[in-house]
């Protein structure tokens, strides 16, 4: 069974900082592009960020740049999202996903974590 267990959730005051950790068992966690995606109250399910097979590749959703970094760590077969500087509107359950390919589109992600929260106070 494929497994994905996201932690490192929590409350935090605007201009803190989080990191989420998620580790994957039951896959060749190498194999996978790895994804982090978010869904706030009242809100469809969004793309953050996305790493590549081998941690070179990242993209990020625009609102997060320069302040969120994805990286994986595949001897541990877990990948991170350092969160940097948050702020209300990052308020979200926080969910990573593995895919085949490098992307966005959360329609090409095969297994799914069970989420985080991450509540940002002001």
């Known amino acids: 069974q494929v497994h994905l267990v996201e932690s490192g959730g929590g409350s935090v005051q605007a201009g803190g900082s989080l990191r989420l950790s998620c580790a994957a068992s039951g896959l060749t966690f190498s194999s996978y592009v790895m994804g982090w995606f978010r869904q706030a109250p009242g809100k469809e399910r969004e793309f953050v960020a996305v790493?590549?097979?081998?941690?070179?590749?990242?993209n990020y959703e625009d609102t997060v740049k320069g302040r969120f970094t994805a990286s994986r760590d595949n001897a541990k077969n877990t990948v991170y999202l350092q969160m940097n500087s948050l702020k209300p509107e990052d308020t979200a359950v926080y969910y990573c996903?593995?895919?085949?390919?490098?992307?966005?589109?959360?329609?090409?992600?095969?297994?799914w974590g069970q989420g985080t929260q991450v509540t940002v106070s002001s």
């Open positions: 996903a593995a895919s085949p390919t490098f992307g966005a589109d959360s329609t090409r992600y095969d297994y």
């Open positions: 790493i590549s097979r081998a941690g070179v590749l990242r």
